[in-house]
């Protein structure tokens, strides 16, 4: 059967349960109750209130999203072992590779679908206070959802060695935070030598890149660096790469 | 039974060892020693143990789901992590567990998916398979909302929901009452009739004795007995007789 | 063969990553003022450090602001009396404003000692904020009277907005400014106005040094833009005053 057929059977079938998943509604309407309370700082800017507004937002939807992503891809795979139901489908022709690809894409999906409906109650906000959207508002979710792809596939990798949910949540939240800290890692670098060079270095080259992603934080401003076709490509490899690692770590797997 | 005598599933010499690291040693326990035995076309063979004799171990060398420490296990021919082994068999593990947001059907056609059905040929299989066991009533409830008996029914169907050709269920009556449980057996015997071949394993010997030809008995990860329905029939305790004398004589 | 495909393609990929993490690294080129020029301003470097890991450089400029708002918007008097009378234990009691924060020429002065710290710390964490270095500059220059703050402030924001004309315009304000030229200083900021998000600020100053030069029906114009641009009620108190007063003039000399 159809290698890409499978894996979009298992997609939708994680789509559907996540989405369903009172989980998923609680995040939502935990959204809506922040992003609804930022009014409460945009009033306080005065004539500032629309960018105020946007920026908490969308750091809102950001962090909201980036906590269910970082939940559901440390535990999709775990929690199927663990309730036995990957027995359900590992006793059928479905091949590990496809089951891995379609548990990613299922994620990145419901990613999107967390991503939409938040950006839905934020455009109502600003529709509510007559405020028009700024040009780089669907550029920025965009690219939030890049940084959640890039952080759900590490994600997804380090539940496969980890030893529990939390762990795995752990390890990636703080792999997400070095991520953002590739400008400051530049500037630390210029400044130190020896052994802590190397070790910044190490650390800045190898660690997912997410200034390249912050159009949130950049604005209407173009980034300085690597271009579209780079981007795409760098998202890819964090993609691939970890699905790869994955992969090795799953095919030799027991049930 | 409907026995074509050709050998469908082979184990040889299997032993299987579970290792578990610790920080300082591994734990390694033997689940299964020197196993051999084969699985006939057209067959019902039942799987007799205590608790711990391996036999869900078994189970899951012939799915796949587990691989050989030593020896080697063939499914139609093929290594059981085979794709193409794998399309030819249905499982029903112990206690089967379902996404609790999908509702019966769905979670049916989901099932039907993976095993290779078109969307038109699992919705016409679903139909059949779901009133077959008796869920045609509660197809759209959500799989969080059944119960054990259920739950065991919607197992049966999403191991048959694509007309395998060899079934291994694992306990498939558990948690059954008994009027569920004769209607099982009746699907089981149907199945057979129909030159499917079944491997199952359970607790409950006069289950074993009413639908099974033979029976193999499991103790301590050995095959310590193979017996026919011709050597429990003629034997004065039936199966449990004999049942109950292999495991003090062979655990001794 | 098929066994030693998917470590192949693994140690492949990684290949790839290991070569586009550096060069993604090496080639960004970094948009925001190093950490270390972002001093501390009322033990704030806490949630600094949180803004930059999580990247919200962006909105941690906005609570900045937010906060200099209240700053600004806060009379020195009251702040006096609130931790005077706070210390001696008592209620703060009714506010008042003793001829801090009055209308016309004295609209807006005070001392506000922190008020260049504040500035420099919002753009320090986002140098694009535009309007917020506008109105920071304005109020510096035209209303606290201290034009060489104003200068510096707009002198650091040129340095990340290098082609923002609106800070060339304002820096040469501020210059006509201290030569006592307000023709000229109206003159120059005169196309800022045009702008829909101009600071409130600008537009104050803009009408009074038209109002100052004589130009009552240009005085009068941004009066009334005032109204329609702006949520912060002083300015909008302000302009309505300075209306009255120019309609009841009109009306007098008109007799």
């Known amino acids: ?85 990957i027995y359900l489908v590992f006793s059928r022709p479905v091949p590990k590779p496809a089951y891995l690809l379609g548990k990613t894409a299922g994620l990145y999906l419901s990613c999107a679908l967390m991503l939409a409906v938040m950006s839905l109650i934020h455009l109502s906000l600003m529709a509510l206070r007559g405020f028009a959207l700024p040009v780089f508002y669907f550029k920025a979710v965009v690219f939030i959802w890049f940084k959640l792809l890039i952080i759900t596939s590490t994600a997804v990798f380090i539940s496969l060695f980890s030893t529990s949910v939390i762990s795995t949540v752990t390890i990636t939240a703080i792999l997400w935070t070095l991520g953002h800290f590739t400008q400051e890692a530049k500037f630390l670098i210029e400044k130190s030598s020896g052994a802590a060079s190397w070790a910044l270095k190490a650390t800045a080259y190898f ?38 690692f994955s992969l090795l770590l799953f095919r030799k797997k027991e049930f | 039974m409907n026995a074509t005598g050709e050998n469908i599933a082979v184990f040889s010499g299997v032993t299987k060892i579970y290792r578990r690291r610790g920080f300082v040693s591994t734990l390694e326990t033997t689940a299964l020693n020197g196993l051999s035995f084969e699985l006939r076309a057209g067959e019902i063979t039942g799987l007799l143990g205590l608790n711990g004799a391996g036999k869900t171990t078994i189970m899951k060398l012939l799915t796949g789901l587990l691989f050989p420490t030593a020896g080697s296990v063939s ?89 395998p050709e060899l079934l291994i269920l694992d306990e498939p009556v558990s948690g059954l009452d008994p009027l569920a449980i004769h209607e099982i057996r009746t699907l089981i015997s149907g199945l057979n009739a129909q030159r499917h071949t079944v491997f199952l394993s359970s607790h409950s010997i006069s289950e074993l004795e009413k639908i099974t030809d033979r029976v193999l008995i499991m103790v301590e990860g050995r095959l310590a007995k193979t017996v026919s329905r011709q050597d429990w029939e003629r034997a004065r305790g039936g199966l449990e007789e004999i049942f109950v ?8 | 063969m098929k066994k030693y495909l998917y470590p192949v393609l693994t140690a492949l990929g990684a290949c790839a990553l290991l070569f586009a993490g550096p060069w993604a690294f090496k080639s960004y080129s970094a948009p925001f003022p190093p950490a270390n020029l972002i001093k501390e301003v009322r033990a704030g470097a806490a949630e600094d450090a949180l803004a930059l890991t999580l990247g919200l450089r962006r909105l941690a400029a906005d609570v900045w602001f937010v906060r200099l708002m209240q700053y600004y918007g806060t009379s020195e008097l009251e702040m006096e009396f609130d931790s005077a009378e706070g210390a001696r234990g008592h209620k703060a009691g009714p506010h008042y404003h003793g001829g801090v924060r009055c209308e016309g020429v004295h609209f807006g002065e005070g001392r506000y000692p922190e008020f260049l710290g504040y500035a420099r710390h919002i753009l320090a964490l986002d140098p694009y904020f535009l309007n917020a270095g506008l109105y920071a500059a304005a109020s510096l220059a035209f209303n606290l009277s201290r034009p060489e703050e104003a200068v510096s402030l707009v002198n650091w924001a040129l340095i990340y907005a290098p082609k923002e004309w609106k800070y060339v315009r304002l820096l040469a ?82 007799k």
């Open chain 1, 1 to 85: 059967m159809n290698f890409f057929l499978i894996a979009g059977i298992i997609a939708s079938q994680t789509l559907g349960e996540n989405y369903k998943n009172r989980f998923f509604a609680i995040f939502i309407v935990f959204a809506a109750v922040l992003i609804y309370a930022s009014l409460l700082v945009g009033v306080m800017a005065v004539d500032e209130e629309a960018r105020v507004l946007v920026d908490s937002g969308l750091a809102l939807m950001e962090l909201i999203a980036l906590a269910y992503a970082l939940m559901a891809a440390a535990g999709t795979i775990t929690r199927e072992i663990e309730t036995k139901t």
């Open chain 1, 207 to 244: 660690i997912p890149n997410f200034g390249l992603f912050n159009a949130r934080d950049l604005g209407a401003r173009a980034a300085g660096g690597p271009g579209p076709v780079f981007l795409f490509i760098y998202i890819f490899l964090w993609f691939i790469v970890p699905y790869l």
């Open chain 2, 75 to 163: 499914v139609f021919g093929l290594p059981p992590a085979d794709i193409a082994s794998k399309k030819r068999i249905g499982f029903l593990p112990e206690l089967p567990y379902f996404y609790p947001y999908s509702t019966a059907a769905s979670a049916l056609l989901y099932y039907a998916g993976l095993s290779g059905l078109e969307r038109p040929a699992a919705e016409k299989r679903l139909e059949a398979v779901i009133e077959k066991v008796g869920l045609k009533k509660h197809a759209g409830k959500k799989v969080s909302e059944f119960s054990k008996g259920m739950m065991q029914r919607l197992g049966i169907a999403q191991a048959v929901i694509h007309d």
């Open chain 2, 245 to 252: 004398q292999t495991v003090k004589s062979d655990g001794s």
């Open chain 3, 173 to 254: 304000a501020i210059g006509y400014s201290k030569a006592k030229n307000p023709a000229k200083v109206a003159q120059l900021i005169a196309p800022l106005l045009e702008e829909p998000d101009c600071p409130v600020m600008i537009r104050q100053l803009a009408a009074f040094l038209n109002k100052k030069a004589g130009n009552h029906a240009a005085a009068y114009a941004i009066y009334r833009s005032i109204l329609g641009s702006t949520r912060d009620r002083l300015y909008i108190e302000n302009a309505k005053k300075e209306m009255a007063k120019m309609e009841q003039k009109s009306k007098v000399e008109s």
